[in-house]
T-cell receptor, first 114, second 114 residues
Framework: GAVVSQHPSWVICKSGTSVKIECRSLDFQATTMFWYRQFPKQSLMLMATSNEGSKATYEQGVEKDKFLINHASLTLSTLTVTSAHPEDSSFYIC??????????FGSGTRLTVV | AQSVTQLDSHVSVSEGTPVLLRCNYSSSYSPSLFWYVQHPNKGLQLLLKYTSAATLVKGINGFEAEFKKSETSFHLTKPSAHMSDAAEYFCVVSAGTGRRALTFGSGTRLQVQP
């Protein structure tokens, strides 16, 4: 089946630094990539939608200058959390949709900002 | 617009007894509906999906769900709970397939007692 490889699975960084999270689709082309955020014991909230080669569309309340999304190819999308602060600590998950329909999720990244 | 409501935030059952996780949806379009399971600090695993074919959908690990348009419901059931079923379950709706983002319910935590 379609697999999305998400790295890193967990990261601890100092406040003020930037962190990049990668999602790579294996053996298929991800036409669209979605980025979600999940706070402890809560549901997944959509942050942004990105299509290959175009700018990401951010949900209301999500700072596009803080959460930089790049979808340069059909197999790779990245989320960079810039100048991270403790309140950015969360579980981030990507999801790819593909031409034949359906969705597949990455395994998630646990970000802790200290 | 679309939304999904999971009626129970927490369900506790005994091992070997039936499981019922309730979900109601709202969608302006013919929806695609999914159930995902998430184990602690893990990504999401697809249990089953409905995409306008048979209304009774069978998924993995003995789970099934029935799409009832008249009730706008998509409840998840399993005849006999296993300890390994303890996890967080999300009911998810999408307006169509492919490029549209998924909308997640708030989640139901399933606890299985020995």
């Amino acid at each position: 089946g379609a697999v999305v490889s998400q790295h890193p699975s967990w990261v601890i960084c100092k406040s003020g630094t930037s962190v990049k999270i990668e999602c790579r689709s294996l053996d298929f082309q991800a036409t669209t990539m979605f980025w979600y955020r999940q706070f402890p014991k809560q549901s997944l909230m959509l942050m942004a939608t990105s299509n290959e080669g175009s700018k990401a569309t951010y949900e209301q309340g999500v700072e596009k200058d803080k959460f930089l999304i790049n979808h340069a190819s059909l197999t790779l999308s990245t989320l960079t959390v810039t100048s991270a602060h403790p309140e950015d600590s969360s579980f981030y998950i990507c999801s790819a949709s593909f031409r034949s329909g359906g969705y597949t999720f990455g395994s998630g990244t646990r970000l802790t900002v200290v | 617009a679309q939304s999904v409501t999971q009626l129970d935030s927490h369900v506790s059952v005994s091992e070997g007894t039936p499981v019922l996780l309730r979900c109601n949806y709202s969608s302006s379009y013919s929806p695609s509906l999914f159930w995902y399971v998430q184990h602690p600090n893990k990504g999401l695993q697809l249990l089953l999906k409905y995409t306008s074919a048979a209304t009774l959908v069978k998924g993995i690990n003995g789970f099934e769900a029935e799409f009832k348009k008249s009730e706008t419901s998509f409840h998840l059931t399993k005849p006999s709970a296993h300890m390994s079923d303890a996890a967080e379950y999300f009911c998810v709706v999408s307006a169509g397939t492919g490029r549209r983002a998924l909308t997640f319910g708030s989640g139901t935590r399933l606890q299985v007692q020995p």
